[in-house]
């Protein structure tokens, strides 16, 4: 045998109303059973306290308290639309639980997530993942903090993931257009590990520099030898 908290209510099925002498000699009835009282014009609850073998018998034996009681108060019998047993002990445990949500603000989501304010609200506003916020307020956003644990857990996950690595276009059998930089690559290693560009300007104008003198010194000599030509035949005329 254990005891139980069982809670009966009952709703409005016409138009009649509760009246507030009633409902106060309602709440003296189950005064014994460490009860509490709750009514309005069209409901009123009632929960009790009863020792049982189960819930189920709990819940049998208060309702059945519940509407002798009412009855005898002169509550209107209205249908009865709940019926709840709980061992005590477990109603105690559920009423020491906090009713509202387990709520963070920004600045305590960023330190679950070990970001800063402003890495939090660029995942806030373009990760897809990203919990939306249980409330926004004037002064605040505020985000279940169930929600922002599962998220950092798959964003941990995302991270470490490794990514894939690029990979090299599959010949296509065709030869390919050698851009600058590739016939250079390709061209033999003097032609490669040559002088430095303002070396070569300067090497150049040299090489010019030779050809001209070399091209003058070619036409020189051609004209030399026509004259030495020319002298040799006149040198044989004049002996003839």
């Known amino acids: 045998m254990a005891f139980f908290s069982v809670l009966v209510e009952a709703r409005s099925a016409d138009d009649r109303e509760i009246g507030r002498a009633a409902l106060r000699a309602f709440a003296a009835a189950v005064e014994p059973y460490h009860a509490s009282v709750s009514g309005t014009d069209r409901s009123w609850s009632a929960r009790i306290s009863v020792e049982a073998a189960g819930a189920a018998d709990g819940a049998a034996l208060g309702v059945a308290l519940v509407i002798l009681l009412a009855k005898q108060a002169e509550l209107p019998e209205w249908p009865i639309v709940r019926a709840e047993a709980v061992r005590e002990d477990v109603f105690v445990e559920d009423l020491a639980q906090p009713e509202l949500p387990d709520l963070v603000s920004a600045?305590?989501?960023?330190?679950?997530?070990?970001?800063?304010?402003?890495?939090?609200?660029?995942?806030a506003a373009g990760h897809r993942d990203f919990p939306a916020p249980a409330y926004e307020l004037a002064a605040a956003t505020l985000w279940l903090r169930p929600a922002i644990v599962t998220f950092r857990e798959r964003w941990e996950r995302e991270r470490s993931a490794p990514r894939p690595q690029p990979r090299d276009p599959e010949p296509t059998g065709e030869p390919e257009e050698a851009w600058p930089d590739q016939a250079l690559s390709q061209a033999p290693i003097e032609h490669i590990t040559g002088p430095t560009t303002g070396t070569r300007r300067r090497l150049s104008a040299r090489a010019a520099s030779r050809t001209s003198r070399l091209v003058s010194s070619i036409s020189m000599a051609s004209c030399a030898g026509n004259i030495s030509r020319s002298t040799s035949s006149s040198l044989r005329s004049n002996r003839a």
């Open 107 to 123: 600045p305590e989501a960023a330190q679950l997530l070990d970001v800063s304010a402003q890495r939090l609200a660029e995942l």
